[in-house]
């Protein structure tokens, strides 16, 4: 490893803040490059703009080094080695496919800087052949510098762990001296023993979006089995312990629920299947638009149980949700089902009260017309029914004796298959669980 590489970060939203600090902890001095200066100012005090589990620690221990610095400005990028380009590749306002404005821009921004050998790495996710048009521009407009893939697979709550000790790394390169270059800056994590996987830039391309694909399709598949199991009488929790055995399936996200949600597998896959249409393999990824359908019905079908549970007519009941964000352990409420399913509920004219450890303000800036609650036992106090759709450690640690003292009725429906049933049940609770029956 050659620490006297000097390494920029071409946007720093969670991907790009998460990479600078962790390449800073290596040792390499990072400058970060954002275009909101409230973000950079944020960041240069140790501060974050969001909330990730370990990260404000790293994050403020590495400004005090003096390795790490952010700046609107990109000239600052001028001495650097090695770009990691880390903007955002949002879903199209007008299609699935994905919006590619901030990668071409921030590739443009930088390229007046870029001395000779320079390498500009993308890590956002991006539709298959964007690397290979970004290549050719780069030849056009800053020949000297060369360009290469290194897709990101961060797991939010898990961030840093997954930035320092990954599963695997894999680079999209055209030519053996991009690879050394990236094995020079990722050194002290291929010690560790990770893989190192070297691919063209389409394979690396596609490597990211084929994983969110399959795990989709994984979290779709158990809760289209969750369907059949209330259908049929089952249980899907015993289902998929069952079928998590063979090690040829595994158990990992064979929890049925209200489905996934965030900012990446579901406009991921949209945009998969609007760039396999582009190439003429439209017919390759048709199943995921189902996967698609499923994830989306698994929310409506909570709102259909509590329909059975109230009444068709809402407007006279208190619902407490518990949660917000899309997962536990993350402010994240993008494309949140459990934020979408309070929203349903609350223009279905129900009162609806939202608890969520982290998630709130991110939540009211969005639907600032929603209820929130800071402590979790005031919203849940007089309510109707409890909604249980993040699956906070807090939540489950809840204690159904005491909670029944605080409600109206006793009736909680269990979105992520995460509380112990029979816990709730001895303490007079009407359970509802999707894919179990009651």
């Given amino acids: 490893m050659s620490t006297n590489l000097t390494l920029s970060v071409i946007g720093c939203g969670y991907l790009g803040a998460t990479h600078a600090a962790c390449m800073s902890s290596l040792g390499f001095n990072v400058i970060g490059v954002d275009t909101d200066p409230e973000k950079v100012e944020m960041l240069s005090r140790g501060e974050l703009p969001f909330y990730e589990p370990g990260l404000d620690t790293l994050l403020a221990q590495e400004i005090k080094t003096g390795r790490l610095n952010f700046t609107t400005d990109f000239s600052a990028v001028a001495g650097a080695d090695v770009h990691f380009v880390c903007v955002g590749t949002p879903q199209s306002k007008d299609g699935l496919a994905a919006d590619l404005t901030y990668v071409k821009s921030a590739v443009a921004e930088i390229a007046p800087f870029l001395k000779e050998g320079a390498l500009v790495v993308g890590k956002s996710t991006v539709p298959v052949g964007t690397a290979q048009a970004l290549l050719e521009l780069l030849v056009k407009i800053a020949p000297q510098a060369d360009l290469a893939w290194n897709p990101e697979f961060l797991r939010e709550g898990f961030a840093v762990e997954d930035t320092l000790t990954p599963n695997r790394l894999v680079v999209g390169v055209a030519n053996d001296r991009a690879e050394q270059i990236l094995k020079d800056v990722y050194q002290p994590i291929i010690d560790l023993g990770t893989p190192w996987i070297r691919a063209d830039l389409p394979t690396a391309e596609l490597v990211k979006v084929a994983a969110n694909s399959f795990l989709a399709t994984k979290i779709s598949f158990i809760n289209a089995m969750a369907e059949v199991c209330e259908a049929a009488g089952g ?38 299947m609007a760039r396999a249409e582009e190439l003429g393999a439209k017919q390759a990824l048709e199943f995921l638009r189902e996967i698609d359908a499923i994830n989306l019905r ?20 208190k619902i407490a949700v518990l949660g917000a964000t899309f997962k536990p352990d993350s402010d994240d409420v993008r494309d949140s089902p459990a934020l979408d399913i309070a929203v349903q509920l609350h223009a279905a004219g129900a009162h609806v009260v939202i608890h969520d450890p982290k998630g709130i303000e991110p939540a009211r800036k969005r639907f600032p017309n929603l209820t929130f609650g800071h ?8 309510s109707d029914l409890i909604l249980h759709l993040t699956e906070w450690k807090e939540y489950r640690e809840l204690d159904p004796k005491i909670i029944g003292d605080l409600v109206k009725s006793k009736i909680i429906i269990d979105g992520r298959n995460a509380l112990d049933r029979e816990l709730w049940r001895n303490a007079g609770w009407k359970f509802h669980a999707l894919g179990r029956t009651d």
């Fill in 298 to 317: 698994a929310r409506q079908r909570v709102i259909d149980v509590v329909r059975n549970d109230l009444s068709e007519d809402l407007t006279q009941y």
């Fill in 375 to 382: 402590d979790v036992l005031e919203c849940i106090k007089g």
């Fill in 235 to 272: 249980d899907v929790t015993i289902l998929a312990k069952a079928i998590g055995y063979d090690p040829r399936i595994g158990n990992r996200f064979l929890q049925a629920g209200i489905g996934f949600g965030g900012g990446c597998l579901p406009k991921d896959i949209r945009a998969f």
